[in-house]
């Protein structure tokens, strides 16, 4: 980590001993650094409002006054007189320190803030000759000693590592970080909204799980004590969903973490959000039309427009989405040939041409996938939902009727990246006891992420699921696709990292 971002700073450095020394002299002097008893009036932009369509004259004829609080940004000293800019949740204000408007005591004071101290101020607005609007202070409180140096102003917290590990320094000094999270949080209030206004009751289902399902991952494996047993921390709400299907709810989403054991990158971390809904009487084909309802919707919403930019790219949401099957993708976009993706043979031959890092002795419909996503994945930029999938990696989706060897199922992508996966769901308990089966013979041939046999599940489809459809999306991608992030530690306030050494 560069020394010169000025950010994990030594505790005997000889800044924030400076700092403590100005604290201990605080105390000594029987005052209180860390108080509790100021109350804003106003935040920043509603102090601001009270400007609004005033002239400089009427400000000055009669005072608007107000109480605000925040951290200190910059100081300009001049003697007597001084300029301070402080920032709260919503904005920053310029502050104005008179001698002979504090008295010395309070003056006294603000000469032994520092940047990062956190202050409250009671005084009326006025704009200087330069037109910004200003209080002049006429009380000053510090609220919060800052004991150690923020990033220096002239570059920011710029170091990737550090703003990830010292998220609270990130969003002290970048303000577009701030509304990043902003907009995630209305992304999140968009998405419930979208849901029950079209009659989704909002769940949530177990988050430690004795049987990890509903997806191929890896799980976290912890223990309950008490009970003695292993517990997993859920890969997907899936089956605990389709378990309220059979119960009645018709249609159901939860907004849920869930936790997968594997690799970190810009497209992944260990601990997500997703949100996951199922409705009843309901195919594929329907989620489809929902999925482009939704993101048009958050699209106006969040970015005022279906034509976005990300990264180099610039991505047009206007309807209708383009669909390809895997295996088309793979002709399209890997330049592979009828003979290449029909048949185990033809695809090791195409993968062995291209220098592809595919499991060659994998069966045909893993083996495609896997090319699919080696050629032609990278190349989805425009909205494309990805249909034709095969059986062989989809346990708990229902098979296609006209071909049994695929199921109905859609991945969607957007610049590059699977950002839905979606399918009409397989409801005969018969067949997916089956394909629990298939899975554990897998598991034992050496594939972890292959889903356990979960009996109390198919129980609960003997009891009868109505035929139905169910969609995950996983938020923070979405966040990343809405605010131009380029990695998904960029959408996760905290996420995943080692151990700063």
Known sequence: MADSENILVDDSSEQVEVRRAKLAKLRDAG???YPNDFKPSHSIVDAMALADDVSDE?????????GVAGRIMAIRRMGKASFFHIQDRRGKLQIYARKDRLGDDSYALFQTLDIGDIVGIRGHLFRTKTKELTVEAQELRLLTKCLRPLPEKWHGLA???ARYRQRYLDLMVNPEVREVFEKRSRIVRLLRRFFEERD??????????????GAAAKPFITHHNTLDMELYLRVAPELFLKRLLVGGFERVFELN???????????????????????????????????????????QEVAGSLQLTYGEHAIDLTLPWRRLTIREAVMVHGGATDADVDSVVGLQGFAKKHHLKVALNAPYGNLLVEVFEEVAEAKLIQPTFMTGYPLEVSPLA????????????????????????AFSELNDPADQRQRF?????????????????????????????PPAAGEGIGIDRLVMLLT?????????????LRPHR
Do not use: C, W
């Open 31 to 33: 005052e209180n650094p």
């Open 58 to 66: 009427a400000l000055h004829q009669t005072p608007r006054r107000v």
């Open 159 to 161: 170091d990737v590592e």
């Open 200 to 213: 989704f009751l909002e769940v949530e289902t177990p988050m430690m799980q004795p049987i990890p399902g």
């Open 257 to 299: 973490r869930s936790f997968r054991n594997e690799g970190i990158s810009v497209r992944h971390n260990p601990e997500f959000t997703m949100v996951e809904f199922y409705q009843a009487y309901a195919t594929f084909d329907d989620l489809i039309r929902l999925t482009e309802e939704l993101f048009v919707t958050l699209a």
């Open 398 to 421: 229902r098979k296609n009727d006209k071909n049994h060897a695929l199921v109905d199922r859609f991945e969607l992508y957007i610049g590059g990246r699977e950002l839905a996966n």
């Open 437 to 465: 089966l298939e899975q554990m013979d897998a598991r034992a041939a050496g594939d972890e992420e292959a889903n356990p046999i979960d009996d109390d599940y198919v129980r609960a489809l003997e009891y009868g699921m």
């Open 484 to 496: 131009n992030s380029p990695s998904i530690r960029d959408v996760i306030l905290f996420p995943l």
